[in-house]
C-alpha cells in the first residue's frame, strides 16, 4: 500500500494513466464523466481534469459533458421509477431540502437549470428532487444539458489550467476567488428562494406526491 502511494505521487504514473484513457477513446471519457452521477462524494471535477489531461480541451470538455449528462439522466430516470417511497420520507424531514423541492415543483426548468450551473453541486440531489416534484423528461433534460454545459466548461476550465496554478500563483488565486464568489451568490440566491417557500409551505403535515408524473 505504501508502494501504491508513492507511486501515486510520481509524475510517470499519472503520465502512463493519461495515455492508458487517450487509447480507450470517448469510452473512457464519457465513462469517468458518469461515475460522478452514480457516487457523488467523488469530485467530478477529477475525472473532468483527467479528460482535459488526457483528450485537450475541447474533446475532454465534450466527453465530460455527455458523460454527466448520460449519468444524471440515468439516475433522473431510476428515481422516478422505484425511488417514490425511499426519497421521499427522507425529503419530508429535511426543511432545506424540502423547500429546494417544491422550488423545483413550482418552478420546473429554471431552478434545475440553476442548481446544475454551479460547480460542485451534487447532480444526485437535484435528479432526485427533479424526479420526485413530477417534472417532464423533456423538461429535465432541456435543463439538464443546458446547466450542464455552463458546468462542465467551468470545471473544464480548472482543469485545463491546473498547470498554470503552479507556474503563475496569482492566476490560481484569482480563479479560486472567482469560483468561491460564484458558490457564495448561488447560495443566498438559494436562500431567498428557500424563504418565499417557507412561507407558502406548512412546517406541519408535509406529504409529497404520491407518485411522479
Same mark, same amino acid.
Given at each position: ?58 474533446? +475532454? ?124 451568490? +448561488? ?27
Amino acid at each position: 500500500m505504501i508502494e501504491w502511494f508513492k507511486e501515486l505521487m510520481t509524475l510517470g504514473y499519472w503520465t502512463d494513466m493519461l495515455n492508458q484513457i487517450s487509447s480507450m477513446g470517448m469510452f473512457a471519457g464519457v465513462g469517468l464523466a458518469m461515475i460522478e452521477a452514480f457516487f457523488p462524494p467523488l469530485p467530478l471535477i477529477l475525472f473532468v481534469t483527467i479528460n482535459i489531461m488526457a483528450f485537450g480541451f475541447w474533446t +475532454g470538455y465534450l466527453y465530460s459533458w455527455l458523460g454527466s449528462c448520460i449519468g444524471s439522466i440515468i439516475v433522473f430516470l431510476v428515481i422516478k421509477k422505484f425511488g417514490q417511497k425511499r426519497f421521499q420520507q427522507k425529503i419530508a424531514k429535511n426543511e432545506k431540502i424540502y423547500n429546494i423541492f417544491h422550488w423545483i415543483k413550482d418552478k420546473g426548468f429554471t431552478p434545475i437549470f440553476f442548481l446544475l450551473t454551479f460547480p460542485f453541486t451534487p447532480s444526485i440531489v437535484v435528479c432526485g428532487l427533479a424526479a420526485l416534484a413530477g417534472i417532464k423528461n423533456r423538461e429535465y433534460f432541456s435543463a439538464l444539458v443546458l446547466g450542464k454545459l455552463i458546468m462542465i466548461f467551468s470545471l473544464s476550465f480548472i482543469g485545463f489550467n491546473i498547470r498554470a496554478f503552479v507556474e503563475q500563483p496569482l492566476k490560481s488565486i484569482i480563479l479560486i476567488s472567482i469560483t468561491f464568489a460564484i458558490s457564495l451568490i +448561488g447560495k443566498k440566491i438559494i436562500k431567498l428562494f428557500e424563504k418565499k417557500h417557507e412561507k407558502k409551505t406548512p412546517t406541519k403535515n408535509k406529504k409529497l406526491p404520491a407518485k411522479a408524473a
